[in-house]
């Protein structure tokens, strides 16, 4: 085995309570994080059913950390697979609802889409949404556009300069937790006109009553949706609490504000909660609440 460098012995010494770690790219912090997690399985006095909870961003890194932590345990005389659980935040979020769909005004049948799926829903609403009114965005277009060009863009640029309008608008409101209800309302408290903010709002409307009717839910869905439980049943939080007594986070850096959320009401009171990414290597602030700021 490697001898850890100075900064990741500082973090396999982690024995409680919240860390952040800033990782730069070839810092090793997958490895870092592996033998944590699995030092913490093989030292940490957990109970029969209790797990280490290790969430990563993508179900590629899923794989590749079980199996690292499992050659870890097994080298310490450890059953593989027992006493530590990794997966996305989406698989987690997943379970959350599915544990309680009535709080999240679900029905129990719902099913998740998956992107191409969404993306097939979202461009039949805004493109009804365009042929409806299109008026309402021409003037922002030059007056110097030739005719030709003009049937250019509009029978083709524009459609799809508004699907990805809304595409990111309904990507942020679902991160910041908001409903097409509950962004109507602020727009109306804003009191000023704001032509494409309430495009985006008509179409994220269309868009989510489209989901209901197939009684669907995206993945942005199931982030909001899964801290509504967590804030609604204490008695599932509690449990959930204490099946996972440490809560390791990778790729901290992309986690949206309600991701952290959801992240710290799991870890609770006891705030066993560490946290590793790279701040300057963040892919989703540009169109969600990802803040690499959240982990620094």
Known sequence: MAEPRPQQKEVLGYEGGTMGVAAVPGSGKTWTLTRLAARLVAEADLEAR?????????????DNFSSRIDQL???????PD??????????????????????AGLSEDFHVIDDRQSSDILRDVAESWYQSNQSKITGYLTGDISDYKRKEVLSEKLPRQVRRVAQNAIKHAKSSGLS?????????DRGAEMPLAEMAQSIYQG????????S?????????????VLQTDEELL?????????????EAQDSSRIQQQILQRLAGS?????????PNQAIYESFTTADPNLLR
């Open 50 to 62: 209790q797990e280490v909870l290790v969430v990563t961003l993508v179900n590629s890194s899923v």
């Open 73 to 79: 345990i097994e080298q310490e005389g450890m059953l």
């Open 82 to 103: 027992v006493g530590y659980r990794v997966c996305t935040l989406h698989t987690l979020a997943h379970e959350i609802v599915r544990a309680r769909p009535d709080l």
């Open 180 to 188: 097409p209800e509950a962004l109507r309302g602020y727009l109306q």
């Open 207 to 214: 868009y989510q009553q489209a989901l209901n009717v197939r």
């Open 216 to 228: 669907a839910v995206d993945y942005d869905d199931l982030i909001r949706h899964a801290l509504q």
């Open 238 to 250: 509690s449990r959930l609490q204490h099946q996972w007594p440490y809560v390791l986070e990778d």
């Open 270 to 278: 006891q705030a066993n909660w560490v946290r590793v990414g790279d």
